[in-house]
């Protein structure tokens, strides 16, 4: 989060909390989390995420946005999407905090402060988190969430994983779809994208991408992904497939 105004009321709010009233109490709150590790060094990210190609691994929209669709770089961008779904590693289930929920926009400030520290996310060890975190412990310098996000930082750590993963995806699905004929990818990218609503993965971008296709293979997609309740999407996804269907079907009428 780099929003001044926001970030005064992030701390506003858990400033009043700082007494602890209850078991509910985010800053009392213990999520369990405990830390992993990789065989390969000190990351804190997946392989997947550390092996992608520049610049999706920077996870910086400004140097994508600006990338040439040459044959290249697309099929640069149909690995990156295939990698992120067929990685082995499960998904991590992230700890829901107690109400209101105000740590989650306190991990996302620790998430922006650690980019700013380092650049390529994707190489971030665990002594670069903990030489942060050992500065939002001191109670001279952070309100009380940032002291619980420094004591409990691999809850923090977990959260960053699927918001990569899901910017990664979104991040090329928006670049498909900025393409001037993104039909000429439905070959591969229907079932991706397909793929990736189901795993909740870029999901959003990925059913923009289905509309902005056509064709009749990205509209049959569409409506496998828009049934509920009992469909393969998550009931949001499937209200935004079937938000999609109807803006095509109006635009069909319009024309």
Not at 31 to 46: A, C, H, I, S, T
Not at 217 to 246: C, H, I, Y
Request: with cysteine; aromatic share 8%.
């Amino acid at each position: 989060m780099t929003d001044d105004k926001a970030e005064r009321d992030v701390g506003r709010a858990a400033a009043m909390t700082e007494s602890g009233t209850g078991p509910d109490d985010e800053t009392a709150w213990d999520p369990q989390v405990e830390r992993w590790r990789y065989p390969d060094g000190d990351f804190v990210l997946p392989p997947t995420l550390r092996c992608l190609p520049q610049p999706w691994d920077e996870f910086d929209w400004t140097r994508i946005a600006g990338l040439p669709r040459t044959d290249e770089r697309v099929a640069q961008a149909r690995r990156v999407l295939s990698a992120l779904l067929d990685d082995r590693e499960p998904a991590p289930r992230v700890p829901q905090p107690p109400s209101p929920g105000l740590l989650w926009q306190v991990w996302e400030q620790f998430h922006e402060a650690l980019s700013q520290r380092v650049p390529r996310l994707s190489h971030v060890t665990w002594a670069d988190v903990d030489a942060l975190a050992s500065e939002w412990r001191d109670p001279e310098r952070a309100y009380p969430l940032q002291r619980h996000v420094g004591r409990h930082v691999d809850v923090a750590m977990l959260a960053l994983i699927p918001r990569l993963r899901d910017d990664v995806a979104d991040s090329v699905f928006h670049w498909l779809t900025l393409d001037t004929d993104p039909g000429r990818f439905a070959d591969w990218a229907v079932s991706l994208a397909e793929r990736c609503v189901i795993e909740d993965i870029g999901a959003d971008s990925a059913i923009e991408l289905l509309g902005a296709m056509g064709g009749a293979e990205s509209r049959a997609a569409l409506e496998r992904l828009a049934v509920k309740p009992d469909g393969p999407a998550t009931w949001d996804n499937a209200e935004a497939a079937q938000s999609m269907l109807f803006e095509l079907g109006t635009e069909g009428m319009d024309s």
